[in-house]
C-alpha cells in the first residue's frame, strides 16, 4: 500500500480528479495550499506588478494498493502536465509506503480498506 | 458606592437624552411649521424660512429625487455584492467589475448621447435627439416640472446603469472582460435607449402600456438578453455536472439587502414626484417584496423542507421586480398578489431552467424576465384606476402584452447580433484554460480572497 501525495496547478484538478476516476481510483482527499518551487507568478495590484512569495496550489492524496500506483502516477502526470512539454510549475507527485489502513466504519483494515 | 456613581451616571445620561429629544421635537416642530407655511408663499415669514416667492424649484421633490438618484446608485455596488458572492471564489473580482464597470461605462454614454436619446425630442417616435442635450449642455440650468432637469437625467442614469449590468448574471464566470466592456456599451446604445424612449420617453410606446419604473425596459429587456448570452456562449465548463458552489452567501445577502433598501428609490422615485404617488408606490415596493420573500420560504419549506438565505432572497427579487412596472398603480392588496405570484411563477421558471439544461448562470431570466413579464401582465387586474379613461380590461392587457412582447423581442433580436459581432471581432468567451483559472485570475490578474494566499 502506499500514499501518492500531488502538488498540482489548482485549475488542473479537475483533470485529474477526472484521470484518476478513469482508472477506478474514486477516493481521493483535497486541500487547497500553498508553497513554492521554482516557478514565478506575477499579480497586478492597482498597476503594481507583485511577485508573490508563495504560489496557490492545490494538495491531492489518493492511498492505493501496489498494482494501482504506476497507473495512478500515470494519470497525474498526463493530466496535470501543461501542454505537451511541460511547465515549470506543473507540481510535484510524492509516493509513500502506508503502514496501515483502517475503516472506521467497520474497522476492515489493509488492503480491503484502501 | 461604585451602585451610586453607577446610578449617578445613568441619571445624568437620562437628562441628557431627554434634553436631546425636546431639542428634536422641537426641530421637527419647526421643520413642520415651515413646510405647512411653505404652502402659501405669500407671507413674509417663510421667504426666509424656505424659498423665495416665486421660485420655481420644487424642493421637496428635487430632495427625493436626489435621495432615489443616490439609493438607485446604491443598487449597483448592491447588486455586485449579490451576483459577486454566488459565483466561485475564483470568479468573485471578475463577477463584481462587471457591476462596477457598467457603472462607468454607461455613467460616462449616458451623459454623452444616452440621455439626449432616451428623452430628446422624439424622431417618428422611435428614438429621441435633441443636440442641446447632447454632453447635457442644454440642460444644465433646465428646470422640469419643478425640479432641475440635471436630477432627472441623473437619475434616469442610473437605471441605464444598473440594467446591463443584470445581464451579467447570465453568462456569469465565463467572458472575457474586454469584450464584455463592449458588449454592454453596445447593448446601452442600441438597446435601452431606444427601448427606454418607445415606452418612457415619448416614443410609439408612450403612453399605452403601464411601465411604472421599468418591468419592461428593465427587467424584461435584461432578462432576455441574458437568456440569449446564456444560450449563445453555452454552459460553463463541467455545467451541470460539477457541482459549483458560491463562494460566500453572507455577501450574496448583504447585496439583496442593499438591492431592498435601494429600490424604493427605484420604483419611489419613478413617481418624480415627492406626494402621495412616492407613498403609495413605497408601501407596495416593501408589501410585494415581503410577500415575495414569505411565499417562496413557505414552498421551499414544503418542497424541500427547509428555507434557504438563496431562496429567500430569489422570492425578494422576484417580489420587487413583479411590483416594478406596477408600482404606481396598484393597491397594497395588488402588490400582495403580484409579489406572490411573482414568487410562485420564478420558482416554476428556476425548476424548469434545470429540466431544460441552458445555463443562465445567476437566473437572470429565471427572476428578472420572468417576473417582470408576471408584473406588466398581472398589473392588468389590480389597477387602481385605468389612466386612460373608459379602456376597456381586454385592450389594457393587450397594451401590457404589447409592451412585453415588443421589449422582449427587441432585445432578443438586437443582442443576438450584438454578440455575433462582439464575439467574432474581440472574443466574448473566455478561452477553456481562463475559465479553468479563473477570470479573476485570468483577466483582472488579481485574487479575490487574500487568506487562501499566506503572502
Given amino acids: 500500500m502506499k500514499l501518492i501525495i500531488a502538488i498540482i496547478q489548482p485549475e488542473k484538478l479537475e483533470e485529474v480528479r477526472q484521470a484518476l476516476i478513469d482508472c477506478d481510483i474514486s477516493r481521493v482527499t483535497v486541500s487547497r495550499v500553498t508553497g513554492h518551487g521554482q516557478q514565478q507568478d506575477i499579480d497586478l495590484y492597482r498597476g503594481q506588478e507583485i511577485t508573490p512569495d508563495l504560489l496557490p496550489k492545490t494538495r491531492i492524496e489518493v492511498a492505493v494498493n501496489d498494482a494501482f500506483v504506476e497507473p495512478a502516477i500515470d494519470a497525474i502526470i498526463q493530466s496535470a502536465r501543461d501542454s505537451e512539454s511541460g511547465k515549470i510549475g506543473d507540481g510535484k507527485i510524492f509516493v509513500l509506503p502506508m503502514e496501515q489502513c483502517i475503516r472506521i466504519r467497520t474497522g476492515e483494515r489493509g488492503g480491503e480498506a484502501v | 458606592m461604585t451602585g451610586q456613581l453607577h446610578s449617578r451616571g445613568k441619571s445624568w445620561r437620562g437628562i441628557v437624552s431627554r434634553m436631546s429629544i425636546l431639542a428634536l421635537l422641537g426641530l421637527c416642530v419647526s421643520q413642520a411649521w415651515a413646510q405647512g407655511t411653505s404652502q402659501a408663499p405669500q407671507t413674509a415669514m417663510t421667504a426666509a424660512v424656505t424659498t423665495a416667492p416665486g421660485d420655481p424649484i420644487d424642493h421637496a421633490t428635487t430632495v427625493w429625487m436626489l435621495i432615489s438618484t443616490g439609493l438607485v446608485l446604491l443598487m449597483i455596488p448592491g447588486l455586485a455584492m449579490f451576483y459577486g458572492g454566488l459565483v466561485r471564489t475564483k470568479n468573485v473580482i471578475g463577477t463584481m467589475m462587471h457591476s462596477f464597470a457598467a457603472m462607468a461605462i454607461i455613467g460616462v454614454i449616458w451623459a454623452l448621447c444616452g440621455y439626449a436619446m432616451t428623452f430628446g425630442t422624439s424622431w417618428h417616435g422611435i428614438i429621441g435627439w435633441d443636440q442641446s442635450k447632447f454632453m447635457l449642455m442644454g440642460v444644465d440650468d433646465a428646470l422640469m416640472d419643478g425640479i432641475p432637469e ?252 404589447e409592451g412585453v412582447l415588443v421589449s422582449a423581442a427587441y432585445s432578443a433580436v438586437v443582442t443576438l447580433i450584438l454578440l455575433v459581432i462582439v464575439d467574432k471581432t474581440l472574443g466574448l468567451k473566455l478561452s477553456v484554460q481562463g475559465e479553468m483559472a479563473g477570470m479573476d485570475h485570468d483577466q483582472h490578474g488579481e485574487h479575490g480572497y487574500g487568506l487562501l494566499n499566506l503572502n
Fill in chain 2, 150 to 401: 440635471l436630477v432627472f437625467a441623473m437619475f434616469q442614469g442610473k437605471f441605464a446603469m444598473i440594467t446591463p449590468a443584470l445581464i451579467a448574471g447570465a453568462f456569469a464566470e465565463r467572458v472575457r472582460f474586454r469584450g464584455y466592456c463592449v458588449f454592454i456599451a453596445l447593448w446601452s446604445l442600441l438597446i435601452y435607449n431606444p427601448l427606454a424612449h418607445w415606452i418612457w420617453g415619448g416614443g410609439w410606446l408612450t403612453g399605452r402600456a403601464i411601465d411604472f419604473a421599468g418591468g419592461t425596459v428593465i427587467h424584461i429587456s435584461a432578462g432576455v438578453a441574458g437568456l440569449v448570452a446564456a444560450i449563445y456562449l453555452g454552459p460553463r465548463r463541467g455545467y451541470p455536472k460539477t457541482a459549483m458552489h458560491p463562494n460566500n452567501l453572507v455577501m450574496t445577502l448583504m447585496g439583496a439587502g442593499l438591492l431592498w433598501v435601494g429600490w424604493f428609490g427605484f420604483n419611489a422615485g419613478s413617481s418624480v414626484s415627492s406626494g402621495l404617488q412616492t407613498a403609495q408606490a413605497l408601501t407596495v415596493t416593501q408589501i410585494a417584496a415581503a410577500t415575495g420573500a414569505c411565499v417562496w420560504m413557505l414552498i421551499e419549506g414544503f418542497h424541500l423542507k427547509k428555507a434557504t438565505s438563496l431562496g429567500f432572497v430569489s422570492g425578494m427579487l422576484a417580489g420587487l421586480v413583479a411590483i416594478t412596472p406596477a408600482a404606481g398603480d396598484v393597491h397594497p392588496a395588488g402588490a400582495l398578489a403580484l409579489g406572490a405570484l411573482g414568487a410562485v411563477i420564478c420558482y416554476g421558471a428556476i425548476i424548469l431552467k434545470s429540466k431544460l439544461g441552458y445555463d443562465d448562470t445567476l437566473d437572470v431570466f429565471g427572476i428578472h424576465g420572468v417576473a417582470g413579464i408576471v408584473g406588466a401582465l398581472g398589473l392588468t387586474f389590480f389597477l387602481r384606476s385605468e389612466p386612460i379613461e373608459g379602456l376597456a380590461m381586454a385592450t389594457r392587457f393587450w397594451y401590457q402584452l
